[in-house]
């Protein structure tokens, strides 16, 4: 099993840069990826970031607002999400992929673990 946990979300203005963080716990093993999705109100849970933890390869939906970067300690990722937009708001879910399986990093088929999510709201 494996446990997330995810932190920093809240209330915003239009422009500014949050850093949400996740801690993964658990049995990870040595090749698991951790990514962030998020889903506003009404739409399909989308991807926004992801990254391989052994090789540090990442991926983004946009390298130039969504920056995704490893912590120091084991399972702990961060994302950066910068000139936030008042359509960024949407409840921000960190997920776990333990197994290699037939699926590309930003598909959300590939997670079988998630968190609870935090919520991020962007006032204009």
């Known amino acids: 099993q494996v446990q997330l946990v995810e932190s920093g979300g809240g209330l915003v203005q239009a422009g500014d840069t949050l850093r949400l963080s996740c801690e993964a716990s658990?049995?990870?093993?040595?090749?698991?990826?951790l990514a962030w999705f998020r889903q506003a109100p009404g739409r399909e849970r989308e991807f926004v970031a992801a990254?391989?933890?052994?090789?540090?390869f990442t991926d983004s939906a946009d390298r130039s607002r969504f920056d995704i970067s490893k912590g120091s300690a084991k399972g702990t990722v961060f994302l950066q999400v910068n000139s936030l937009k008042p359509e960024d708001t949407a409840i921000y879910y960190c997920?776990?992929?333990?197994?290699?399986?037939?699926?590309?990093?930003?598909?959300?088929?590939?997670?079988?673990?998630w968190g609870q999510g935090t919520q991020v709201t962007v006032s204009s």
């Open positions: 997920a776990a992929s333990v197994q290699e399986l037939n699926y590309r990093l930003n598909e959300r088929e590939r997670y079988r673990y």
């Open positions: 658990g049995r990870l093993g040595t090749n698991y990826v």
């Open positions: 990254i391989r933890w052994s090789s540090g």
